[in-house]
């Protein structure tokens, strides 16, 4: 059964460091999302991608987090200078594209920023 | 800007009992979608039953239904037969035209043997 695809699982960075994730959705899903989940709480939706474009980024903090998706299948997210508010587990969903189609979420990528 | 509230942090059923869970959310648009998502410990989440707005009908996925009420803008999830699997983290989530996602803080239902 295809599954979305996230690396590295775990991170542990210093504040003030770069750290990027990357992301590779189920083939043939056009829709992939970025979310941050902070621990005890529900996803924040950070990014989103149709193809290569970025059709919602109103959450993310455009100061310090980055995310692409160049060829329209794979992504990174990246962020520069990490925060110890940063710290939170980071997922990756892909879905066909239409509002009503089923996320498929990846394992995530706990970040500790210390 | 839209919000989805769960006022139910932690819930409990006992194996084959019936237990529901509550979500409300505030929207000022009249088509959107509404989701339960299960996050079952160490693993990934998975989708376990949608609504559109401008369905009347309450949707069903086997064991899983919804009471949707859209005048009081809210969307309660009914888990049947609960099982031990059922136990995990459940999140409430609304998207408009496929967009702006907005998750619920989730309910941790555990199930009782």
């Known amino acids: 059964e295809a599954e979305v695809a996230q690396s590295p699982r775990y991170k542990i960075t210093e504040k003030s460091q770069a750290v990027a994730f990357w992301c590779d959705p189920i083939?043939?899903?056009?829709?992939l999302y970025w979310y941050r989940q902070i621990l005890g709480q529900g996803p924040e939706l950070l990014v989103q991608f149709q193809d290569e474009s970025v059709v919602d980024d109103s959450q993310l903090p455009k100061d310090r987090f980055s995310a692409e998706r160049l060829k329209g299948v794979d992504s990174t997210l990246k962020i520069q200078p990490a925060e110890l508010g940063d710290s939170a587990m980071y997922l990756c969903?892909?879905?066909?594209?239409?509002?009503?189609?089923?996320?498929?979420f990846g394992p995530g990528t706990r970040l500790t920023v210390t | 800007a839209q919000t989805v509230t769960q006022s139910q942090p932690e819930m409990s059923v006992q194996e084959a009992e019936t237990v529901t869970l509550s979500c409300t959310y505030d929207?000022?648009?009249?088509?959107?979608?509404l989701f339960w998502y299960k996050q079952p410990p160490s693993r990934q989440m998975i989708l376990v039953i949608r609504?559109?707005?401008?369905?009347?009908q309450n949707a069903t996925e086997n064991r899983f239904s919804v009471n949707f009420q859209k005048a009081a803008k809210s969307f309660s999830l009914k888990i049947s037969d609960s099982q031990l699997g059922d136990a995990a983290m459940y999140f409430c989530a609304y998207s408009l035209y496929g967009q702006n996602f907005v998750f619920g803080p989730g309910t941790r239902l555990s199930v009782l043997p």
């Open positions: 929207t000022s648009e009249s088509d959107y979608y």
């Open positions: 609504q559109e707005a401008y369905k009347q």
């Open positions: 969903a892909s879905s066909l594209e239409g509002p009503q189609r089923e996320q498929y």
């Open positions: 083939s043939g899903h056009a829709t």
